[in-house]
């Protein structure tokens, strides 16, 4: 059956545009990575940081998948869009219940997110039918998305290690299922090459929410700026270092890789597998952002501390990683790995045995200024060899 004749889906051969809707459904993203930042910030421990990341990989899930569906379906549609309100709604319950999700309301967040997921599934299956040619995949994703849901609830019921084990199980059958096709017996498995995306929406959708992500460092900056009663020197430097810094991360995600991803989805012998690819880079990619905001707010908070080690780790980290997300997305869509970024890395983790020496806001512009020397040199030679492109077609 051709996809373009169902009435719910995109009109096939047009472009697929990021509808206000969507962006309306996002919002919703601004304050999960709000509670996700507070929580991290909160909780600086090694247990800290791993129910962090559950958290933020299951956000991140209920996100991605809702992105596929309204690649593929018409978000403008008043079924698809009252779709997205409810799966809004159920988000608002998962982010809200994000500071105690390990604690008493693991249950509401465990079946929040899990009716996010199945039930968005088991409407696109409604909807599509019996014969549509996306049915199977769908049906596919539903059985490996129930086992995942028993795990969330599980975790739910549960609590402490247990729960953090079962819904750690949860998060690697989500992410795990997509790579190997979503395997059913009796079913078969999906082909990544049978995923007709528009690579356009794909990566603006992408690229939306690394600003909603970045969003929460100038949040936390400027928060963390107006709680200053009385604000020194040292609050002022600390501020415009921390502002700085967020810019580096926008200008080096925007200017050199994001513009180049919709070209390369839609001009590859397999688009479903690489924006695949681009979801699981976004996930690093947008947990270094979150890591970093953390590091903002403690460092305009506290700029004249000693760095004591949970502050070290989330300095260095918050940098590392997003230097490791982009250099894994440059790899992704130019097909090379730059190695500026490698030695930003190296840079990191060799300031990192200094920082016990330092105080907070000395190794917030050290980080800074490695993040800013990597931007610059990647810029530069972006423009020199798209000057060199220019004078040999001439």
């Given at each position: 059956m051709n996809t373009s004749q169902h009435p719910l889906l995109r009109t096939l051969g047009q472009p697929a545009r990021v509808a206000s809707v969507e962006l309306f459904f996002d919002l919703v993203y601004v304050f999960a990575i709000t509670q996700l930042s507070h929580y991290l910030l909160e909780h600086l421990s090694w247990p800290g940081v791993l129910q962090t990341a559950t958290l933020w990989f299951a956000v991140w899930l209920g996100w991605q998948y809702t992105a596929w569906v309204t690649n593929w379906f018409n978000p403008e549609h008043l079924v698809i869009r009252t779709m997205l309100m409810v799966l809004m709604a159920l988000a608002l319950l998962v982010s809200a219940a994000i500071p105690d999700a390990f604690?008493?309301?693991?249950?509401?967040?465990?079946c929040s997110f899990a009716a996010i997921q199945v039930g968005r599934t088991l409407f696109v299956l409604y909807s599509?039918?019996?014969?549509?040619?996306?049915?199977?995949?769908?049906?596919?994703?539903l059985c490996w998305l129930l086992v995942s849901a028993a795990l969330w609830i599980a975790g739910g019921v549960n609590e402490g290690s247990s729960r953090l084990v079962l819904w750690l199980l949860a998060v690697g059958c989500e992410y795990l299922s997509p790579m190997a096709g979503f395997p059913?017996?009796?079913?078969?498995?999906?082909?990544?090459?049978?995923?007709?995306?528009?690579?356009?929406?794909?990566?603006?959708?992408?690229?939306?929410?690394?600003?909603?992500?970045?969003?929460?460092?100038?949040?936390?900056?400027?928060?963390?700026?107006?709680?200053?009663?009385?604000?020194?020197?040292?609050?002022?430097?600390?501020?415009?270092?921390?502002?700085?810094g967020c810019v580096a991360m926008w200008w080096m995600y925007f200017d050199t890789s994001s513009g180049d991803a919709a070209h390369v989805i839609e001009h590859s012998d397999d688009p479903g597998r690489l924006g695949a690819y681009f979801h699981y880079v976004h996930v690093v990619l947008i947990a270094g952002v979150i890591v970093c905001a953390v590091a903002d707010d403690v460092v305009v908070a506290h700029p004249l501390e000693p760095v004591k080690a949970r502050y070290a780790a989330v300095v260095v980290a918050g940098p590392l990683v997003y230097?490791?997300?982009?250099?894994?997305?440059?790899?992704?869509?130019?097909?090379?790995?730059?190695?500026?970024?490698?030695?930003?890395?190296?840079?990191?983790?060799?300031?990192?045995s200094l920082l016990p020496r330092l105080n907070l806001l000395t190794a917030g512009a050290l980080t800074t200024a490695v993040m800013v020397l990597v931007t610059m040199w990647v810029a530069y030679h972006r423009r020199q060899d798209a000057a060199a492109t220019r004078r040999s077609d001439s």
């Amino acid at each position: 059956m051709n996809t373009s004749q169902h009435p719910l889906l995109r009109t096939l051969g047009q472009p697929a545009r990021v509808a206000s809707v969507e962006l309306f459904f996002d919002l919703v993203y601004v304050f999960a990575i709000t509670q996700l930042s507070h929580y991290l910030l909160e909780h600086l421990s090694w247990p800290g940081v791993l129910q962090t990341a559950t958290l933020w990989f299951a956000v991140w899930l209920g996100w991605q998948y809702t992105a596929w569906v309204t690649n593929w379906f018409n978000p403008e549609h008043l079924v698809i869009r009252t779709m997205l309100m409810v799966l809004m709604a159920l988000a608002l319950l998962v982010s809200a219940a994000i500071p105690d999700a390990f604690g008493e309301r693991g249950l509401l967040f465990a079946c929040s997110f899990a009716a996010i997921q199945v039930g968005r599934t088991l409407f696109v299956l409604y909807s599509l039918g019996p014969g549509h040619a996306l049915t199977p995949n769908f049906l596919r994703m539903l059985c490996w998305l129930l086992v995942s849901a028993a795990l969330w609830i599980a975790g739910g019921v549960n609590e402490g290690s247990s729960r953090l084990v079962l819904w750690l199980l949860a998060v690697g059958c989500e992410y795990l299922s997509p790579m190997a096709g979503f395997p059913v017996p009796g079913l078969g498995r999906s082909q990544t090459s049978d995923w007709t995306i528009d690579g356009g929406h794909l990566a603006e959708r992408c690229q939306l929410f690394v600003i909603i992500a970045l969003g929460e460092s100038v949040l936390a900056t400027g928060a963390s700026f107006g709680h200053a009663a009385h604000p020194g020197l040292a609050v002022w430097i600390a501020f415009l270092v921390s502002f700085i810094g967020c810019v580096a991360m926008w200008w080096m995600y925007f200017d050199t890789s994001s513009g180049d991803a919709a070209h390369v989805i839609e001009h590859s012998d397999d688009p479903g597998r690489l924006g695949a690819y681009f979801h699981y880079v976004h996930v690093v990619l947008i947990a270094g952002v979150i890591v970093c905001a953390v590091a903002d707010d403690v460092v305009v908070a506290h700029p004249l501390e000693p760095v004591k080690a949970r502050y070290a780790a989330v300095v260095v980290a918050g940098p590392l990683v997003y230097l490791l997300a982009n250099a894994w997305f440059s790899r992704v869509v130019h097909g090379r790995f730059p190695w500026p970024h490698a030695l930003g890395m190296g840079a990191l983790l060799a300031l990192w045995s200094l920082l016990p020496r330092l105080n907070l806001l000395t190794a917030g512009a050290l980080t800074t200024a490695v993040m800013v020397l990597v931007t610059m040199w990647v810029a530069y030679h972006r423009r020199q060899d798209a000057a060199a492109t220019r004078r040999s077609d001439s």
